[in-house]
T-cell receptor, first 114, second 110 residues
Framework: NAGVTQTPKFQVLKTGQSMTLQCAQDMNHNSMYWYRQDPGMGLRLIYYSASEGTTDKGEVPNGYNVSRLNKREFSLRLESAAPSQTSVYFC?????????????FGQGTRLTVV | GQQVMQIPQYQHVQEGEDFTTYCNSSTTLSNIQWYKQRPGGHPVFLIQLVKSGEVKKQKRLTFQFGEAKKNSSLHITATQTTDVGTYFCAGPNAGNMLTFGGGTRLMVKP
């Protein structure tokens, strides 16, 4: 099993450009998340999807949009990138056996906006 | 909304010393999870605690869940350089959304 796969791993954007971060999981989990992590900081939730067809805003949703395309895929879009969006982005899915709903993270996307 | 706080934010220890990080939630938690993130890596699940007062051990790591289910701690005995990383606690909010604490970054001097 690949677990959670994120693409791309690295990206440099110019201010105002747009891009979509892709995330796919092969564990048949219902819940998927997008977090951002700034240097030396914790994980801040951008958006959350409890199941296919539903999405909810997290702590820092401004400047982002998401799509839960199907149960496997949850993409994050930056419509007009800003330097403040320079960060490491992690996608995660959550599930497991009854009672332990652990989160599985992708390898991260290191995004720099210049 | 629910807030999960961790202290300290950073901790430098000499190899062989003990280390403890504390996690506090603004609301009662149904369970609490702990994750470790190595430098340059992604968070990896360590353990979940569910019961009030629960204590679990993984080799040199001891995890506790408070009686009121609002706080938790992770204690590492005799740290090693392989323990370096950031330790996060996380708890589900009322909507079952996982909320992470700010993390404690552990640095170990050999």
């Amino acid at each position: 099993n690949a677990g959670v796969t994120q693409t791309p791993k690295f990206q440099v954007l110019k201010t105002g450009q747009s891009m979509t971060l892709q995330c796919a999981q092969d564990m048949n989990h219902n819940s998927m998340y997008w977090y951002r992590q700034d240097p030396g900081m914790g994980l801040r939730l951008i958006y959350y999807s409890a199941s296919e067809g539903t999405t909810d805003k997290g702590e820092v949703p401004n400047g982002y949009n998401v799509s839960r395309l199907n149960k496997r895929e949850f993409s994050l879009r930056l419509e007009s990138a800003a330097p403040s969006q320079t960060s490491v982005y992690f996608c995660a899915s959550r599930g497991g056996y009854t009672g332990v709903q652990r989160a599985f993270f992708g390898q991260g996307t290191r995004l720099t906006v210049v | 909304g629910q807030q999960v706080m961790q202290i300290p934010q950073y901790q430098h220890v000499q190899e062989g010393e003990d280390f403890t990080t504390y996690c506090n939630s603004s609301t009662t938690l149904s369970n609490i999870q702990w994750y470790k993130q190595r430098p340059g890596g992604h968070p990896v699940f360590l353990i979940q605690l569910v019961k009030s007062g629960e204590v679990k051990k993984q080799k040199r790591l001891t995890f506790q869940f408070g009686e009121a289910k609002k706080n938790s701690s992770l204690h590492i005995t005799a740290t090693q350089t392989t323990d370096v990383g950031t330790y996060f606690c996380a708890g589900p909010n009322a909507g079952n959304m996982l909320t992470f604490g700010g993390g404690t970054r552990l640095m170990v001097k050999p």
